[in-house]
Structures are given as C-alpha cells and as structure tokens.
C-alpha cells in the first residue's frame, strides 16, 4: 500500500507553531528587567547578611562554651581541642572575627593562657558543671541545638549559604555525635 500526501495542506499557522510562539513570548517576558528601585536612600542588611552574622555570633559563643570546658576540664583539653579548632574555622567562614579562635594554646600552659585570656575576654563566661561527663553533655546538647537552629535557616537564605549552613550543621551534628559516643 503506497504512501499518500492529503490532497490539500492547511493554510495558515499550525498548532505547534502557535505553541511554540506563545511558549517563547512567555519565556521574554519573564525574562525582562525589574523595575528599578527608586528607594536608595537608606539600605539595611539583608537577610542573608543577618543570617550570616548571626551564624558567626553562634559559633563565637560555641568556640567560648569550649574554652570554659577545656579550662575547667584540663583532661578534656586533647579530646576537645580539635572539635572547638572546628567551631573556630565555622566562625571565620561566616565572616566572624577569629578572635575566638586564639585563647586556648595548644601548649602545655593551655589552662592558664586561657584562663587569663578568658578572663581579659568582656563577655560572660559560660557556666561549666563540675563533672566532665555533665560538661560533656553540655556541649553535645549546644551542638546539637545549633545544628537544628542552622537546618531551620536553610529555608530562609541563598544557595551559597544555605550550603555554608547546612555543611556546618552536619558537622555540629557529628561534633554532637563525638561527644557523647566519646562519654560511654
């Protein structure tokens, strides 16, 4: 049976073509440029920028609960020493100062630097319990809520951050997860 053509074609545009026009009309209007803003007098941080900063305030008074744990726990000091260089690092990626990150030493004079650092330092320090297992939880417990405040946040900034704060958030997990595996 051979093939046949219809004996007349269709004038006037065709079905795909009208849907592909409309498609690509749809396409350049969304891809047009905003208005601008004729408010530039006065720009406040947006939120990213609040998230960030608030980011590296947490991570500030995490590294501190660490160093009241290391100077009140001196045991502790290899164990945690390496977990708080982390919460430094977490800090500075978020735009923090960094001065945290200098108290303890990693010399064998660690508890009395940091204890003259901590206490040259103008904010509070952080309340230590007196028993190491209790100190221990402590820091997992901050960990852990830290981590969960950072997941929450992930829907509320940017790509970039969203990845900074959800990579930090898992590490506070893990850090969590070290302290108090380490404990039994």
């Not at 206490?119 to 230590?128: C, D, K, M, N």
């Not at 981590?147 to 900074?164: C, F, I, N, S, Y």
């Amino acid at each position: 049976m051979p093939f046949t053509l219809p004996p007349r074609t269709p004038s006037g545009p065709r079905r795909r073509s009208l849907l592909a026009s409309t498609a690509g009309a749809f396409v350049l209007v969304g891809c047009s440029a905003p208005e601008p803003s004729t408010d530039t007098t006065v720009q406040s941080p947006s939120a990213a920028d609040r998230a960030r900063a608030r980011a590296a305030r947490d991570s500030e008074s995490l590294a501190a609960r660490y160093a009241a744990v290391i100077t009140a726990h001196p045991p502790l000091a290899a164990r945690l020493k390496p977990l708080r260089a982390e919460v430094v690092r977490h800090m500075q990626a978020f735009g923090g100062s960094g001065t945290a990150g200098s108290r303890p030493s990693g010399s064998a004079s660690a508890s009395a630097s940091a204890s003259a650092s901590a206490s040259a330092h103008p904010s509070p320090s952080p309340t230590v319990p007196a028993q190491e297992k209790d100190a221990l939880a402590d820091l997992a417990t901050a960990e852990r809520t830290l981590a969960d405040q950072r997941t929450k946040a992930l829907l509320t900034v940017p790509g970039e951050l969203a990845r900074l704060l959800a990579s930090v958030a898992a590490a506070g997990a893990a850090h969590a997860f070290l302290l108090t595996e380490g404990a039994k």
